[in-house]
C-alpha cells in the first residue's frame, strides 16, 4: 500500500502523537503491548514536521507515556470483555487507535467514534466487520448514541482517551449528562489533565488544538455526577519502565497534588 496523503488539522490532528507513541514503543527489547499495525500505520499516514518543529517533546519520556497509558487502557477493555455477557466498547475520539486489534476479538460489538475527516482515514486503513464498526460523527452529535443502544447499559464500555480536555467544561457536563440518561450504569473510562498540564497549553493553541478543560483532581468528577471507581495518575503506573534516575525523580514529585493530578486515568460509573 502506497503513503495516504491526508491533511488534518485542529484537534484530529493530534492523534498523530499516541500514533507515534504507540509505534516508537516497539522498538523496546520487552514492549509493554504488542501493536504492529501503529508501525505500519504511521508509515502509510506519514508523520507532520510541522509537530516535529514545536514546542512538543517526542523523546523517551513521550513514548514511556504514551505506552503505559496505552496498557492502561487496554487492560480496562480487556478486563471489561471479559467480565461482561454481550461487551460492548465505544472508543470516544478513537482517532487511529489499534486496540481492537490488540484486546478487542472477543468483544460483542466494538465501535470506533471519530469526526468524519478521522474515520475517512481509518478506512484507508482499517476495514470495518459487522463485529468493529466505525462511528462517523462528533462525540456531541449525541445520535450516535442510537448505535450502541442495543445491550444493557452495564455491558458498555465507553474509552475516551486524549479527548476530553479539548471541549469546554460545559460541553463535558452535557455529554456525561446525556450518557448518563442514555446507559446508566455504563463504565466511562477517561483521562483528565490537571493544571500541570497549562505548561503545553500554548504549544497546542498553536497547532489547533487548545486544551480547554483542566481538573483540580477527581473529585471534580463526582461533583460532575460520575461515580468514581478508580483512580491511576499516569506517572505512578509502571515506574519500572523509567530510567533509574527518573524513577527517583517521579517518586519524589509524586508527593506533590500539582504533579499528582497532572495526568489522570479514572475509571468511573455513569
Request: charged share 20%; hydrophobic share 45%.
Amino acid at each position: 500500500m502506497s503513503q495516504i496523503k491526508t491533511k488534518l488539522t485542529g484537534v484530529p490532528r493530534t492523534l498523530l502523537l499516541p500514533l507515534r507513541g504507540r509505534a516508537e514503543a516497539q522498538a523496546h527489547p520487552d514492549p509493554l503491548f504488542q501493536d504492529p499495525l501503529s508501525v505500519e500505520w504511521l508509515k502509510l499516514v506519514g508523520w507532520d514536521q510541522e509537530l516535529e518543529a514545536s514546542d512538543l517533546k517526542f523523546g523517551e519520556a513521550f513514548t514511556i507515556a504514551m505506552a503505559i497509558r496505552t496498557i492502561y487502557h487496554d487492560q480496562i477493555a480487556s478486563r471489561h470483555i471479559a467480565n461482561s455477557s454481550h461487551p460492548v466498547v465505544v472508543e470516544l475520539g478513537a482517532g487511529l487507535s489499534s486496540r481492537f486489534h490488540r484486546v478487542g476479538q472477543n468483544a460483542y460489538r466494538w465501535f470506533d467514534l471519530d469526526l468524519p475527516v478521522v474515520t475517512e482515514l481509518r478506512r484507508k486503513l482499517d476495514t470495518p466487520t459487522q463485529q468493529h464498526q466505525f462511528i462517523s460523527a462528533s462525540v456531541m452529535d449525541f445520535n450516535w448514541m442510537d448505535t450502541v443502544s442495543e445491550v444493557a447499559p452495564e455491558n458498555i464500555l465507553f474509552i475516551a482517551e486524549g479527548l476530553l480536555m479539548y471541549f469546554d467544561v460545559h460541553e463535558v457536563q452535557q455529554l456525561i449528562d446525556v450518557m448518563h440518561s442514555r446507559f446508566p450504569g455504563a463504565t466511562l473510562d477517561l483521562e483528565v489533565l490537571g493544571n500541570y498540564a497549562k505548561l503545553y497549553s500554548k504549544t497546542l493553541t498553536q497547532i489547533g488544538a487548545p486544551l480547554k478543560w483542566l481538573v483540580k483532581n477527581e473529585a471534580d468528577l463526582v461533583a460532575m455526577g460520575l461515580q468514581v471507581v478508580n483512580v491511576c495518575p499516569l506517572f505512578q503506573l509502571y515506574p519500572e519502565c523509567w530510567p533509574w534516575q527518573w524513577q527517583l525523580i517521579l517518586r519524589f514529585l509524586n508527593q506533590f497534588p500539582y504533579f499528582r493530578n497532572g495526568y489522570l486515568m479514572v475509571e468511573t460509573k455513569l
